[in-house]
């Protein structure tokens, strides 16, 4: 096996999705979850923090997608963490306003979320992360749990209203559903040096280049119809991207990729490396910050 890892500090930066009803998706976006659309163009709508033009969501326009494809192998949640525990109360205050369905609500041990479905059946998840000393760790490892999350406390003294995603919100994980778990995940263990966090579900890994909780989590989908390769006409993840903090880092990246024999895309002047895990999601991996010259 390489020794080989990404660079601790490579970030989980935007989703890009393949939706059927372009214009409905994006107004639930915008209107329901409160995205900034930063632009529009060749079908596709670039959505997240528009004072910053930070990408956090893509939306692909796939009109001849097919319908509960994105049920299947590929995107189980994308979750997106607020900045504090207030901006997530005030999020489940305007979901309530909206008379928005909740489908969740759980305490994690590090964070606490509520989960909620877009039109087309993406799941979301929209969390706040709980100071990292108070995380549940066992060994080195989290600990997880899942607890109903108590929304009444949560909503206790809320002040203000939610009108659009707070500035500091990122892109927490992607979960991803995959029909051969561990091929999945050693080609993420090998080919980009992601470790488990926790291991304490036989059908599901959490997954981090970092000290993160995750980035990454797979599991295993029990489903005897799915195809274990995304296909064209899925709905659903289309990629996923991560900002890597050096060409340095990237250069590593390649060379290991090309100890492995891997199959992947290098471009030099946009620096970004692209490839496919085993479930056909497509991967990039683009240095984003400018460098000094030296």
């Known amino acids: 096996m390489v020794n080989f890892s990404l660079n601790p500090n490579t970030k989980l930066t ?3 999705i393949k939706v059927k009803d372009f214009d409905r998706m994006l107004s ?5 979850v409160g995205f900034d659309l930063i632009n529009e163009e060749n079908d596709m709508a670039i959505l997240g923090i528009g004072s910053q033009k930070r990408k956090l969501l893509g939306l692909i326009s796939t009109p001849d997608g097919v319908e509960g494809s994105n049920i299947q192998t590929g995107l189980n949640h994308t979750s997106f ?3 504090t525990r207030d901006d997530l109360a005030r999020f489940i205050k305007h979901l309530m306003l909206l008379n928005y369905p909740i489908e969740g609500e759980s305490d994690h041990g590090f964070c606490e979320s509520v989960y909620i479905s877009d039109p087309e059946n993406n799941r979301l998840e929209f969390s706040w992360d709980k100071p ?3 995380w549940p760790m066992v060994d080195g490892k989290i600990d997880g749990v ?3 999350l108590n929304i009444q406390q949560c909503l206790n003294n809320v002040k203000g209203e939610y009108t659009s995603v707070p500035d500091e919100t990122k892109v927490g994980h992607v979960h991803l559903s995959v029909s051969d778990l561990e091929m999945v995940y050693n080609f993420y263990a090998e080919t980009l040096g992601f470790k488990i966090k926790d291991d304490d579900f036989s059908s599901t890994h959490l997954l981090s280049v970092n000290d993160y909780h995750h980035q990454l989590a797979i599991n295993e989908s029990q489903s005897n119809d799915m195809s274990p390769v995304i296909r064209d006409t899925d709905l659903g993840v289309d990629h996923v991207t991560f900002d890597v903090p050096t060409m340095e880092d990237l250069l590593s990246l390649k060379e290991n990729l090309e100890t492995l024999g891997s199959d ?3 471009n030099k002047g946009k620096r970004i490396i692209g490839l496919y895990d085993p479930s056909g999601i497509h991967l ?3 240095v984003f910050k400018k460098e000094n010259k030296k």
């Open 81 to 83: 963490v607020f900045p």
């Open 132 to 134: 990292k000393d108070e």
């Open 264 to 266: 992947f895309y290098y």
């Open 284 to 286: 990039w991996f683009i």
């Open 14 to 16: 935007s989703v890009a």
């Open 28 to 32: 639930f976006y915008q209107q329901v």
């Open 146 to 148: 899942t607890k109903e």
